[in-house]
């Protein structure tokens, strides 16, 4: 009985000590991209997708929504009820047309009278998309969603290949769906 009990207690020390070695020489996670320890981010633009899988045809809210947010997020200073605000950017912005959405950036479409709703009244859906990439935001196509409907060169951004896709989703910080 006596012999029992002190193997028991030998056990139960055994793993004490294992489990305060494991705590001890824990180290922290570790970036997949480099051998530096993880640390919490400090304050920083942050990487945001935007995907796009309306149809703007058929409902060009989404669109209009998607690119204004997409701008919002690139400006280091709103207007937030008539006052200046100093914010933190992005550190890009990235639109994926995938879907329906892939007719935003088709050449055979024409967005010049499909009016948005902005801070500023009514404006052209084609011109938000030219604010949008005028403030450096990127448009990558869905390259399976474009050539499903004959899109060969988009009137904006690049077609997508597996790789570049891949990286934009696994890399980024933010996705936003519309």
Known sequence: MVRAH??????????????????????????????????????????????????PLEDPEAACVALQIGMNLMMS??????????????????LFPTLGGVELVNPANDFSATDCMTQSGP??????????????????????????RGITAPTDGAIGNAQQVHELFLYSDKVIDF
């Open 123 to 148: 404006m052209p859906l084609s011109d938000i998309l030219a604010g949008y990439t005028g403030l450096g935001g990127r448009v990558l196509v869905c390259g399976l969603c474009a050539a499903a």
């Open 77 to 94: 200073t709103l207007s937030v009820n008539g006052a200046s605000v100093d914010v933190e950017p992005a550190r890009d912005v990235t």
């Open 6 to 55: 002190i193997r028991g207690f030998a056990a139960i020390t055994l793993l004490t000590l294992l489990s305060a070695t494991l705590v001890v020489d824990a180290q922290p996670p570790r970036r997949p991209w480099n051998d530096q320890p993880w640390e919490l981010p400090k304050a920083r633009g942050q990487s945001v997708a935007i995907a796009l899988k309306t149809d």
